[in-house]
């Protein structure tokens, strides 16, 4: 839809799982779900968070998949993998820095969040952002989402790999990026 | 009697609970074709009432589409609302009346299950009297449905013993609005929440019982809000909480005096609104002077200076919100708690204006409605009192019948099981109330249930209480018929029929209309469906608290909801009570009442040394005879957990995921531990849609409190023990054990 974009914020997560459940219904993927929530530590804490596909500018599920099968959209939307090109490897499984992308192994081929592409050509919002009732998920405006307290960014740094994405990030005001990694935070000498 | 059939297991291969994970023709097939129309209605599930479009092709609901322009949710859902359709067209759904023999059920002709019920209730009636025959009802009918209950109860069987299910739910709000403010609803509207300074959230969770609520506490977080939670448990919206006041279970009336205590210390209280407006406030002073922050602090488990704290943000913001639910509520002293609340919101002036004023949060999907009509024991339709002279000639007049023909209030809920356990009352006849799951001491339910002599029901699926039946008589789903509700906010929703009822079933509102004719009473029920009735109930509320006259079914279509009172068809509704400080009470004034601290009716001593508190998870609803249906929300939670706190665990050398036999002066259950730091170390949490050995409600206890008759699920004193194996019911199913658990890390970790 043009004009909006995809948020996600962390902070406001209820670990409810409607997300989860409203993306089994889409029309792409029916019956299974491409959300992942987690409770980062049930023991000590309520705090959960849920992932969609971030869409990188440039997919790192895309750089390793040796079938050439995950493809990006004009629009910046990255694909679940070809199927007739998909080898079920993992290869990016296991290198998608978000950990996002799953290899159903009911059909042979690597599945995640297309950010409701039914939905989203089609002037409807995605599924899981629609109904989250926290809106941690959230496709809104820039303008909307400017009027909340966490303000959004869409930079990462893992290690030396920075990576930007499509979907945002809701952060801390005054965060301009998301560091994961102490190596972010270390002088190692001009890079 | 009323004893079971048949062997458990029997009943559940035939009548489930069966978990239905699909689509009617599957997730590929004919689910995947275009909708023959749209559906704009709403949820069943809770007293948000979200809208909701559900997609129907072939007279079945095959799916669902967010309906976004609808203010209160804007397309929001929580994973109830979200698979709430997978309900229709379930296999254990009812398709005949049921006729109880020998070994189990038979399949029976509607004029044969009917003639047989009206049979017994006139033998019953006519052997002890109209009174030994009660009716149970249920806060998740329609507000027509509720109307035709009350009425059925008084004029068709003559008896004064009618009450239903939100006596588990809203009473002790209610009973404390209509004693402060003469009216029983939320003041505000939900989109004054955002608008607020400051929202304090005590006594509710929120995010699982609430969920779409949460955003509205985000926004006003965004707008700079604070929020404050009061809870003996970390519930999700406690993760943003700017003060968090972990109270003693049992002791929120000290709590809210001692911060209502330093407010008047420190002359915070808004002294011209209260005296222009108010009256008690001087009673209500005098009776919170005791309570300074050391002393509240020594109860409550709440430091003195969160206490101050807490008084220092209510009182200081212009606007601020006092959100409660039942956490507070389902206690001996669930009125005072509610009243201890309004005292601080009327003692800071906040009441009546946009962004500030007390709010409860209904939980049933017609929980407002559901009690304004007329199936609440002391009250008929409008929200009028059933003791008023007044009232009873009103309504008296709009039935057709004498005043004095109306028999006079008869014993609420928990009450009426009481009496059938003694033997006063004989029959029941019960729509939309799951007793054994839902009322405290399931033991004690499951005896007088027992010693019935005759035991009708109106369900769609055969609940667990619905097995001890005598009759069953197969109703219709929220979809099936059209109708009114209620939501939270005080706003009247269109329900709309989506489906027909599948099989033989019947629509609710055709089966009691002709049980009526059958007991004789034709011409007192002349009804073709709900709008026959509405028109009827738009009279009978006329000039009530509770005023509908001036709502249309096409009024609620063209506004999204009207809020009432709306008493004249030009009038827009009242979506905020009290503006320019107008309170239902004849003079006019709101009132302080004075609320008093006590020991709970199931006190904690060295036998007994743990509080035990029970709730909600946010992918089941109430009893579960709906949502332990659904797989996708079953898998979210397959069982009850009982949440404790390592400290406690560690004494009694329980770790994570052991069984621990839970045990009250009541019985006792065993349960898998989760092992937390999200709960107070004095105090465990179970929570209770589970039935039989699973059901928390096998714990709880039977005190009431005195005013709303709302049982204590919130307090119980209990001791705990490692087991020595698992419970039966999780070594022979798969009940605890999933896949898509909510607690993955959980178990990956241990």
Redesign the interface.
């Known amino acids: 839809m043009f004009g909006y974009e995809f948020y996600v914020d962390p902070s406001r997560c209820i670990g409810c799982q409607s997300c989860i459940n409203a993306c089994a219904e889409c029309e792409t993927h029916r019956g299974h779900s491409m959300i992942h929530v987690d409770f980062i530590d049930r023991p000590s804490s309520l705090a959960s968070v849920p992932f969609v596909c971030m869409h990188c500018d440039d997919p790192t599920c895309a750089q390793v998949c040796p079938a050439d099968a995950i493809k990006k959209n004009e629009d910046g939307v990255v694909q679940s993998s070809l199927k007739p090109r998909c080898i079920a490897c993992s290869n990016c499984v296991l290198a998608c820095p978000f950990g996002i992308p799953k290899v159903i192994t009911e059909f042979e081929q690597m599945m995640k969040c297309d950010m409701c592409y039914d939905r989203t050509s089609a002037g409807k919002r995605p599924m899981c952002a629609t109904v989250c009732p926290s809106q941690a998920l959230a496709y809104v405006t820039p303008e909307k989402i400017g009027r909340r307290r966490e303000q959004p960014s869409n930079t990462f740094y893992f290690g030396r790999q920075k990576v930007t994405t499509k979907v945002f990030m809701m952060l801390p005001p005054e965060h301009q990026a998301l560091n994961v990694d102490v190596v972010d935070y270390m002088w190692e000498g001009e890079s | 009697m009323a004893r079971l059939p048949s062997p458990q297991e029997e009943l559940k291969e035939r009548y489930g609970p069966h978990l239905n994970y699909?689509p009617p023709g599957g997730?590929?097939e004919a689910?995947?074709q275009p909708p023959e129309k749209l559906v704009k209605t709403h949820c069943c599930f809770c007293g948000q009432q979200c809208g909701i479009q559900l997609k129907v092709r072939n007279n079945q609901v095959i799916?669902?589409e967010?309906w976004?322009e609808f203010p209160f949710n804007r397309?929001?859902?929580?994973?109830k609302?979200?698979?709430r359709y997978m309900q229709s067209n379930h296999p254990d759904r009812l398709l005949n009346p049921l006729l109880r023999t020998d070994s189990g059920f038979r399949d029976s002709t509607w004029d044969e299950a009917l003639d047989f019920t009206v049979r017994r209730l006139r033998e019953v009636q006519e052997r002890y009297g109209k009174d030994a025959v009660a009716l149970y009802g249920g806060a998740s009918l329609t507000s027509e449905k509720s109307y035709l209950l009350g009425k059925f109860a008084r004029v068709a069987l003559g008896t004064r013993h009618i009450d239903y299910n939100g006596r588990l739910c809203m009473v002790s709000a209610g009973t404390a609005y209509k004693l402060a403010f003469g009216v029983d609803r939320s003041p505000n509207p939900w989109s004054d929440i955002p608008e607020a300074q400051v929202v304090l959230v005590t006594g509710a969770n929120v995010?699982?019982c609430a969920?779409?609520t949460?955003?509205y506490l985000?926004r006003c977080?965004?707008n700079?809000g604070k929020l404050i939670v009061i809870d003996p448990r970390?519930?999700?919206?406690?993760?943003?909480a700017d003060l968090y006041l972990p109270v003693r279970p049992g002791t929120d009336v000290a709590l809210l005096m001692g911060i209502l205590h330093v407010v008047l210390r420190e002359g915070w209280e808004k002294r011209d609104f209260i005296n222009r407006h108010t009256l008690g406030f001087d009673e209500v002073a005098k009776s919170v002077q005791p309570w300074d922050p050391r002393k509240t602090a020594e109860l409550t488990g709440v430091p003195p200076e969160s206490i101050e704290r807490a008084a220092r943000w209510f009182a200081g913001a212009e606007r601020a919100i006092a959100l409660h639910a039942r956490g507070i509520e389902h206690q001996s002293k669930g009125v005072e708690n509610v009243l201890s609340v309004i005292n601080l919101c009327l003692a800071t002036g906040n009441i009546g204006r946009a962004g500030a004023g007390c709010m409860m949060i209904t939980g049933q999907g017609n929980g407002q409605g559901g009690r304004e009509h007329g199936q609440k024991c002391d009250q008929l339709p409008g929200q009028r009192s059933i003791s008023d002279p007044e009232a009873r000639r009103h309504v008296a007049k709009v039935w057709g019948i004498e005043p004095d023909e109306i028999p006079q209030a008869g014993y609420s809920a928990v009450e009426i099981m009481e009496a059938i356990h003694r033997g006063e009352i004989k029959a029941l006849l019960s729509i939309c109330f799951n007793p054994l799951v839902s009322l405290p001491d399931a033991g004690f339910t499951r005896e007088a249930l027992e010693r019935l002599e005759f035991f009708g029901v109106v369900d769609f699926f055969l609940s667990e209480t619905a097995q001890h039946a005598d009759v069953v008589l197969a109703g219709s789903l929220q979809e099936e018929e059209e109708g009114i509700v209620c939501s939270a906010e005080g706003r009247v929703l269109h329900i709309q029929k989506a489906v027909d009822p599948p099989g033989n079933a019947r629509g609710d509102i055709r089966i009691y209309v002709d049980l009526a004719h059958r007991l004789g009473k034709k011409k007192f029920f002349p009804y073709r469906d709900g709008h026959d009735i509405f028109e009827e109930l738009r009279e009978a509320s006329r000039g009530g608290p509770a005023d509908y006259f001036g709502i249309t079914y096409e009024k609620i279509d063209d506004q999204m909801g009207v809020f009432w009172p709306c008493p004249t068809l030009d009038h827009p509704g009242t979506p905020r009570l009290f503006e320019g400080f107008r309170f239902f009470h004849p003079d006019g004034k709101a009132r302080f009442v004075v609320a008093e601290y006590r020991e709970s009716g199931d006190p904690v001593n060295e036998e007994f040394p743990v509080y035990l508190t029970t709730g909600r998870v946010?992918?089941q609803y109430l009893s579960g005879t709906q949502t332990r249906r659904i797989g996708?929300l079953v898998d979210?939670h397959p069982a009850p957990r009982l949440e404790i706190h390592?400290r406690l665990a560690e004494t009694l050398g329980i770790k994570?995921d052991d069984w621990v036999t839970v045990t009250t002066r009541r019985r006792e259950i065993t349960l898998q531990a989760?092992?937390?730091?999200?709960i107070r170390p004095d105090t465990v949490f179970i929570p209770y849609h589970w039935p039989g050995q699973q059901s928390a409600n096998q714990l709880t206890h039977r005190t009431l409190d005195p005013r709303s008759k709302i049982p204590e699920y919130k307090v119980s004193a209990c001791r705990l023990r490692k087991a020595e194996e698992p419970p039966d019911w999780a070594r022979t199913g798969k009940a605890h054990a999933s896949a898509n658990s909510?607690?993955?890390?959980?178990e990956e970790?241990y």
Do not use: H, Y
Request: net charge positive.
């Open positions: 699909v997730w590929s689910s995947r799916g669902f967010p976004e397309g929001m859902l929580c994973p609302g979200v698979k995010a699982d969920p779409i949460t955003d985000w977080r965004d700079g970390m519930t999700p919206v406690t993760r943003n946010v992918s996708a979210q390592p994570p989760l092992v937390v730091k999200t909510s607690f993955p890390i959980l970790r």
